[in-house]
């Protein structure tokens, strides 16, 4: 399917106008992964932040190790556990939602009752996989890697590409307006409930989708961190969503181009993030000098 990709970009290595290292057909992959990846997170996270959910994200982003873990278990591929994977991720966000409407417990604090748990689950179910699967393939899953980039990866990218900007286009007014003002949001008859549902859906989908690129460990920074950076300078909410996506995609882009360009021994998650912390601090900056 993306064979005329690769030659295209080894054609353009022959003619000397791309580095060598364009011929590698899994370094396409990972760059079609990225410009997949960025506007998705950049999105999303702008109503993470709006609706102040960060360790919402943190604790699916968790949630995937135990869903690696029993996909492995289970005897899915150790590549590509996706039903477990899947199946685990919505449930345990499905869970999250549930467990909110029926108690009195603050939101953040339930969050963290579910991230622990997530995280201890994972952990315990890991040290036991390691035990049975090359080690490797467990640090690709924490932190992510430009080679495990396959075809599916990019199809299922495609697939939560498609998918959310539909929903963005048609819900995406309702959305944020659920996420600013729920009461102004429940009188004009918008049913705050699904919209809840439907967002922490999402995000299960979306990690997931994401994780083989980033990392269980690092996918929650990347919907957190490009949109907390556009907030310090966007002065409404279109300008926040653009640069969020902006940032978002360039730390991707970078993420995956510069250590492979460097030779740096650093996995394609953590210099994703590395480059999205740079833009945090480049706006932080650049909101001192306008005096805000």
């Given at each position: 399917?993306?064979?005329?990709?690769?030659?295209?970009?080894?054609?353009?290595?022959?003619?000397?106008?791309?580095?060598?290292?364009?011929?590698?057909?899994?370094?396409?992959?990972a760059l079609l992964a990225s410009l997949m990846i960025g506007p998705l997170l950049g999105l999303l996270g702008t109503l993470v932040v709006v609706k102040r959910l960060a360790f919402l994200s943190e604790a699916v982003g968790h949630s995937v190790l135990t869903g690696v873990s029993m996909g492995i278990l289970l005897g899915e591929p150790i590549t590509a556990p996706w039903i477990s994977l899947f199946t685990f991720s919505i449930l345990f966000a499905l869970l999250l939602q549930w467990v909110k409407g029926r108690t009195t417990v603050p939101y953040d604090a339930l969050i963290g009752v579910f991230l622990s748990f997530a995280l201890a689950m994972g952990a315990a179910l890991l040290l036991y996989v390691a035990k049975h699967v090359n080690a490797h393939l467990i640090e690709q899953v924490m932190f992510g890697s430009v080679l495990v980039a396959a075809a599916d990866d990019l199809i299922a990218l495609l697939v939560m590409s498609i998918l959310v900007f539909i929903l963005a286009w048609r819900y995406g007014n309702q959305a944020y307006l659920v996420a600013v003002a729920p009461d102004v949001a429940h009188a004009q008859r918008i049913n705050v409930r699904v919209h809840d549902y439907g967002f922490v859906l999402l995000i299960a989908l979306v990690t997931v989708a994401a994780v083989k690129i980033i990392g269980a460990i690092l996918v929650g920074a990347l919907l957190l961190i490009p949109a907390a950076s556009a907030r310090l300078i966007a002065e409404n909410l279109k300008q926040m969503i653009t640069w969020s996506?902006?940032?978002?995609?360039?730390?991707?882009?970078?993420?995956?181009?510069?250590?492979?360009?460097?030779?740096?021994?650093?996995?394609?998650?953590?210099?994703?993030?590395?480059?999205?912390c740079v833009w945090f601090a480049f706006m932080l900056i650049a909101r001192q000098l306008k005096g805000v």
């Open positions: 399917m993306l064979e005329p990709v690769y030659l295209q970009a080894d054609a353009w290595v022959a003619a000397g106008w791309l580095p060598d290292m364009f011929s590698y057909d899994f370094l396409i992959n996506v902006i940032i978002s995609t360039s730390s991707a882009l970078l993420g995956v181009l510069v250590p492979m360009y460097g030779e740096w021994a650093v996995s394609s998650g953590p210099a994703i993030i590395l480059f999205a």
